[in-house]
């Protein structure tokens, strides 16, 4: 089993138990970089060629773990480790807090897609 499916796991087996360790309000308020990309209906990645994962709905803690990958070069995406290298620990535990409480289909300002 890969690192980051051990990861995975064990978040999902973590995420029923504690609420994220961030503050939902200061995670909305820092999303909108996230939604240039997450929050576009069928919006596709130029390289490698997928479809943005949606962040609403997602486990914090798996959000934490992959944001802390790409900072660390683990995971490897140019634009997601230039994102990532820029945030506090704290910043990623607030966008973790917001887009796990964010209803699937949402958009960062709480709206949802169409």
């Known amino acids: 089993m890969t690192k980051?499916?051990?990861l995975c796991a064990i978040a999902?087996?973590?995420s029923g138990v504690a609420q994220a360790a961030g503050d939902a309000a200061k995670?909305?308020?820092k999303?909108?970089?996230c939604?240039?990309?997450h929050e576009i209906p069928g919006w596709r990645n130029a390289y490698p060629?997928?479809?943005e994962p949606k962040l609403a709905?997602?486990?914090a803690d798996y959000i934490v773990s992959a944001l802390k990958a790409y900072k660390s070069g683990e995971r490897q995406h140019p634009t997601m480790h230039a994102i990532a290298a820029s945030l506090s620990d704290q910043d990623m535990q607030d966008l973790a807090a917001y887009?796990?409480?964010a209803p699937q289909g949402a958009n960062q300002t709480g709206g949802t897609q169409k």
């Open 4 to 6: 980051i499916a051990l």
């Open 99 to 101: 887009f796990s409480r």
């Open 27 to 29: 995670g909305q308020a």
């Open 12 to 14: 999902l087996s973590l």
């Open 35 to 37: 939604a240039g990309c």
């Open 57 to 59: 709905g997602q486990h």
């Open 31 to 33: 999303s909108s970089t």
């Open 49 to 51: 060629a997928y479809r």
